[in-house]
């Protein structure tokens, strides 16, 4: 047994070795991980032939089996496991990739059986994955805070894919244990801002590879690069297989989603994304794919009309999303330092205005934008705080709205 | 397969996660099995601790029964475990069966999986046999002292460790479900306007 008020990583500890003979090591050391074999971890089979069935039952039994032992080691026996069992680490990446989501086509487990098994797996995942976010469970048991940061980040036991995957995966009812871990992480480990910043390009990308796939016209993705000679013989969202088009709206769904919930629960990554231009990309992306992809829904013949509503239903969700992304980087970035008063404030009240004035180009972005979240509304609260706002300025970009609503032809709600 | 994800795109694209090998890994599920079945053993319940406690409290006739279901419990957990395992792997499949049984008194579909997991597919006659065996021995035992004794021979009915981390944590199944803005229109077609301003 470790030793007490010392941090894990300074301990030492005396115990028999392989042959018998006592020797000290330092807690924290491959030696004192046991060999237990951790499996990966393999999504519930959809149609459920009862030898898959009877498979994943078993695979999801060890799994869970393995992490409640995990979660009753003592503190120092369990870091080192995390820090060296490389089956443990296959095992919960294994979970983050392949565990179904609430918004997959297929969620629903097939039997109770395997729901009651996956939701043990569920829960026991999060908890492994929550003791791996706390450096201090106790006054006896801690961790130094800089040594913590460094062991999570050397050793990809948290990186920005997992922390999203966390997000989406728990996020909807554990906001706010999540929103503690992914601090702490975050504070312990400032590299991780670092990560957020590389990662945000990539994000981006994904948009862009949307609108490539779509056949559209796409800003950010080809300024840079010549536009091939074959580019016109790209299929569009309207003659793409409908297997693409699924894969295409389900691949849109999961992105908007997983980048809402991130941001939901943990705001302080809006500035990363803010600085990055991801609003302006995420405005045009949406002008410019969304009625498409909506033309394409309607208009193409699905054989199957449940299917059709229901990537219908994708479609309008990742536009909420999308919608409620823009609202959460404006809120975060510019409305609350507002809000909170500040020296920079009309500096903040410049950018929000601007941003306004910026989505009056994409108009039906603007629209649905204004029905979720009304511009007046920020508008009259920044003239509040502000009242050396110009007038002028936000009775153009008001009128702006206005005429952005007769031109898509849609009707304000009162 | 799993559907098209940003997190895949990510850890594809970026340089921010350690690249993993998901290749499926063959007889994974063997491996566990074989390492169940070491940690097992491992676990402070010996078969001559069985057949000592099977033996010491009974009568001369009442011994001589228990040690042959004893035996006919060994000859099924070797057609459980498999004829190329030794005498030691035999035994610690002897002392599951007996564990798993001792309080059953027919194999329900609980057992069929807890000895599936530990042997892998096995005959369905020696589960039967073995739970029979256990049953016998148990009747002339009493089944509150084979209890007591399990519970404390056995390190896994006794654990050793502290209180487990999150038990007392209120955890939420919830997961995000779609949130549309509207619903496609009936129709499912809107009529585009066509232009005539040619």
Not at chain 1, 33 to 38: D, M
Not at chain 1, 300 to 325: A, I, P, Y
């Amino acid at each position: 047994m470790a030793c007490a008020q010392v941090p894990l990583d300074e301990q030492q500890v005396t115990e028999p070795g392989p042959l018998g003979k006592e020797q000290t090591l330092p807690a924290l050391h491959p030696a004192r991980k046991e060999e237990r074999c951790f499996v990966p971890y393999k999504s519930p089979p959809e149609d459920g032939s009862p030898a898959e069935v009877e498979e994943f039952l078993e695979r999801a039994k060890f799994i869970t089996e393995d992490l409640e032992w995990l979660l009753a080691l003592p503190h120092d026996k369990f870091w080192c496991q995390v820090v060296f069992d490389e089956s443990l680490q296959r095992c919960l990446d294994s979970y983050l990739h392949l565990a179904p989501r609430g918004l997959d086509l297929s969620a629903l487990p097939s039997s109770p059986a395997v729901a009651d098994m996956q939701r043990s797996v569920h829960r026991t995942v999060f908890l492994t994955f929550l003791r791996m976010a706390t450096h201090k469970e106790s006054k006896d048991n801690f961790i130094t805070p800089a040594v913590f940061g460094e062991i999570i980040y050397d050793n990809f036991l948290f990186d920005i894919p997992k922390i999203l995957d966390l997000c989406v995966l728990f996020g909807k009812g554990n906001s706010q244990l999540l929103h503690k871990m992914i601090e702490n992480i975050f504070t312990q480990q400032p590299s991780y801002y670092s990560d957020l910043d590389e990662t945000v390009p990539t994000v981006l990308q994904v948009f862009d590879t949307i609108l490539d796939k779509c056949g559209l016209y796409c800003e950010g993705a080809t300024a840079m690069e010549p536009m091939k000679l074959s580019a016109h013989k790209q299929p569009t969202a309207m003659t793409m297989s409908q297997q693409e088009l699924v894969d295409l709206i389900l691949y849109l769904c999961d992105s908007t989603t997983t980048i809402h919930a991130f941001l939901d629960i943990f705001p302080a990554a809006c500035s990363g994304f803010h600085s990055n231009g991801f609003l302006s990309r995420l405005t045009s992306f949406y002008e410019t794919a969304v009625p498409d992809l909506e033309k394409a829904l309607r208009k193409r013949n699905f054989d199957d009309k449940g299917l059709q509503e229901d990537l219908w239903k994708r479609l309008s969700h990742s536009c909420r999303k999308m919608v409620e992304t823009a609202h959460l980087l404006l809120h975060h970035t510019c409305l609350q330092p507002i809000l909170e008063g500040g020296e920079n404030m009309l500096a903040f009240a410049e950018e929000l205005l601007s941003h306004f004035t910026s989505f009056l180009t994409e108009k039906r972005f603007l629209t649905d934008y204004d029905e979720q979240f009304p511009i007046a509304d920020d508008v009259s609260l920044l003239q509040q705080a502000l009242p050396v706002i110009d007038e002028t300025r936000t009775s153009y970009l008001l009128q702006g709205v206005e005429s952005a609503w007769d031109s898509v032809g849609r009707q304000k709600p009162q | 397969m799993s559907p098209p994800r940003l997190t895949g795109a990510l850890r594809s694209f970026s340089t921010v996660s350690k690249k993993e090998d998901f290749t499926e890994q063959l007889n994974d599920l063997k491996t566990k099995r074989l390492k169940r079945r070491e940690l097992f053993a491992r676990e402070g319940l010996t078969w001559q601790k069985i057949v000592h406690f099977c033996s010491e409290h009974q009568d001369k006739a009442k011994q001589q029964a228990a040690s042959q279901e004893l035996k006919s419990l060994l000859l099924a957990a070797k057609q459980i475990v498999g004829t190329e395992h030794g005498q030691e792997a035999i035994e610690s499949a002897a002392i599951f069966l007996f564990e798993t049984f001792h309080n059953k008194d027919h194999v329900g579909t609980e057992e069929t999986r807890a000895i599936k997991q530990m042997f892998g597919p096995f005959p369905s006659s020696a589960a039967e046999a073995s739970c029979s065996c256990v049953a016998q021995l148990v009747a002339s035992l009493g089944e509150s002292r084979v209890e007591d004794f399990i519970q404390t021979q056995s390190s896994r009915h006794n654990p050793q460790r502290g209180s487990t981390f999150g038990r007392n944590i209120a955890f939420s199944y919830d997961c995000y479900t779609l949130d549309p803005l509207e619903d496609l229109p009936c129709s499912g077609i809107h009529e585009e306007k066509v232009s005539l301003d040619f």
